[in-house]
């Protein structure tokens, strides 16, 4: 692996990498919020996406609760005012509407 630069960053990796994927998945799913006008609501629905696609265990409830963590007041305040929603589909959808 001295004189191959894959077979190096395998190593590497290996040896150092995360110990944990999902679990590192899970902190910045916890991290991820939408900044406020620096971003639009379709970037953060897909960096959510691929973040909560690979963590492992979290149910629709769970994943429901984070993406609305992670939206900006504004959002949530007019999400709250609507009631309810059952999936996070739905939540989507509507962080999509009130954004455009």
């Not at 894959?6 to 944990?20: K, R, V, W």
């Not at 799913?29 to 406020?36: G, N």
Request: glycine residues 8%; negative net charge.
């Amino acid at each position: 692996w001295m004189d191959d630069y894959s077979a190096f960053m395998l190593e590497l990796q290996t040896n150092f990498g995360p110990h944990d994927p999902s679990g590192d998945m899970e902190m910045q799913l916890e991290q991820l919020h939408m900044l406020h006008n620096r971003q639009c609501i379709n970037r953060y629905v897909v960096e959510f996406q691929c973040l909560a696609s690979q963590v492992h265990g979290w149910g629709d409830g769970a994943l429901k609760c984070q993406f609305y963590n992670g939206l900006p007041a504004r959002i949530n305040d007019e999400i709250s005012c609507m009631g309810k929603h059952s999936t996070l589909s739905e939540y989507k959808i509507l962080a999509q509407t009130i954004n455009a």
